[in-house]
């Protein structure tokens, strides 16, 4: 079955630090890979997706993310946060049209950022 | 605004009394979804729908019930709601699905089974 892992649960910074969430997910095929943030008391938005192309993805608020093949990686990061990135981020995985709806979530790290 | 509107936002209720949470979305996005999210398990799918009238099994369907008669709406159902039920559920939606599309999430309901 698919899975995805994301291996920190807790992550605290200071701001102008950089960041980098570690995302891995189980499956070997061709696969869409997404993160999401979730602001405190709010509900879940898009950062960024990757599902082909270039495997450096720019997303919303000087986020980025590598798709690293060999790896089964999708890592988050950003050179430098700030007091608002204060949130749970989530990394999700489909694997393509032929699993159906199902898109997998990891456990969600959750970064506090200190001013 | 485009949005995903979901009701009631709290909840609170007994083991067993049948309830229903509602899901809305004025985007006329064929793809629907509830998912409910746990501390350290993440959001995991309970049922998605493709289109009206097709639904199918998320990764935790037991206990839950779903319909799509209409586009805009898919409620999720709670027969004989349990304690181990005590989640923040989430509804999505999305234009046709073919695993790239962004999912746009309600802002959740947080239900008390006691």
């Known amino acids: 079955a698919q899975s995805v892992s994301q291996h920190n649960h807790h992550v605290i910074l200071s701001e102008a630090a950089s960041l980098e969430l570690g995302c891995n997910y189980s499956?070997?095929?061709?696969?869409?890979l997404f993160w999401y943030v979730q602001y405190p008391g709010q509900h879940l938005q898009l950062l960024l997706k990757y599902f082909s192309g270039d495997p450096l993805v720019k997303g919303i608020k000087g986020f980025e993310a590598e798709f690293i093949k060999s790896k089964f990686s999708f890592n988050l990061r950003k050179p430098s946060v700030q007091w608002s990135d204060t949130a749970e981020y989530f990394c999700a995985v489909n694997a393509g049209y032929n699993q159906g709806g199902k898109l997998i979530f990891g456990q969600g790290t959750e970064l506090s950022v200190k001013p | 605004e485009a949005q995903v509107t979901q009701n009631p936002r709290y909840l609170i209720t007994v083991t067993g009394k049948k309830l229903t949470v509602t899901c809305s979305q004025n985007?006329?996005?064929?793809?629907m979804s509830w998912y409910r999210q746990d501390p350290g398990l993440g959001l995991r799918q309970i049922y998605y729908s493709m289109n009206v009238e097709v639904t199918d099994k998320g990764d935790v369907p037991e206990g839950y019930k779903v319909s799509r008669k209409e586009k805009r709406n898919f409620p999720l159902i709670l027969e004989s709601p349990s304690p181990n039920q005590t989640s923040l559920y989430f509804c999505?939606?999305?234009?046709?699905?073919?695993?790239?599309?962004?999912?746009?999430f309600g802002p959740g309901t947080r239900l008390l089974v006691l």
């Open positions: 999505a939606s999305s234009s046709l699905w073919t695993g790239q599309e962004t999912q746009y």
């Open positions: 985007m006329n996005h064929e793809y």
């Open positions: 499956y070997g095929g061709t696969v869409n």
